[in-house]
């Protein structure tokens, strides 16, 4: 029975050790991502996840774009993108180093933006929402599409 009371004891120090995972550290340097002009005139949108470790002054070592969900998984045009831009990011110092933190960049278009182009050629817009410490949406203003000077096919 002590033995039994002994393994018990044990598993119930253990286990909420085990649930446990790093904190989270926080950007002290962000540089504001762009949505790629070729992405946005092919309206592509996604969602990267980047590894990014960090050394013990806080600054990215290495950034590594990891497989996403299938339905959301951006192309190599917005990955790309994202890579170089965190590899501007400075950090707080991590409790260890390296340090790993997992960043998730999503680009989409946003329907409350103004439209761009049309006869008027209204500007192009990006707008960047900071989730911090983990999340990023960069969002793109939807084309105005002319269809007055398309031909009808006969």
């Known amino acids: ?3 039994w009371s002994r393994v018990l004891l044990l598993c119930m120090f253990a286990v909420p050790c085990l649930g446990q995972t ?3 550290i926080f950007p002290k340097h962000i540089e504001s991502p762009t949505y790629p002009p070729l992405a946005r005139q092919a309206r592509l949108m996604g969602e990267v996840t980047l590894s990014v470790t960090v050394d013990a002054e806080g600054k990215v070592q290495r950034v590594v774009a990891l497989p996403g969900s299938a339905n959301r998984q951006a192309s190599k045009l917005l990955r790309d993108s994202a890579v170089e831009n965190m590899q501007h990011w400075t ?3 991590p409790p260890t ?3 790993t933190e997992v960043i998730v960049y999503d ?3 946003d329907p409350s933006l103004p439209p761009s182009g049309g ?3 209204l500007p192009a817009l990006t707008k960047v929402v900071f989730d911090l410490p983990d999340h990023v949406t960069i969002s793109m203003n939807t084309p105005i599409i002319d269809t007055s000077e398309s031909k009808e096919r006969p």
């Open 1 to 3: 029975m002590e033995k």
């Open 22 to 24: 790093q904190p989270p």
């Open 91 to 93: 950090f707080s110092k």
């Open 97 to 99: 180093a390296p340090y």
């Open 107 to 109: 680009y989409d278009d």
């Open 119 to 121: 006869p008027k050629g």
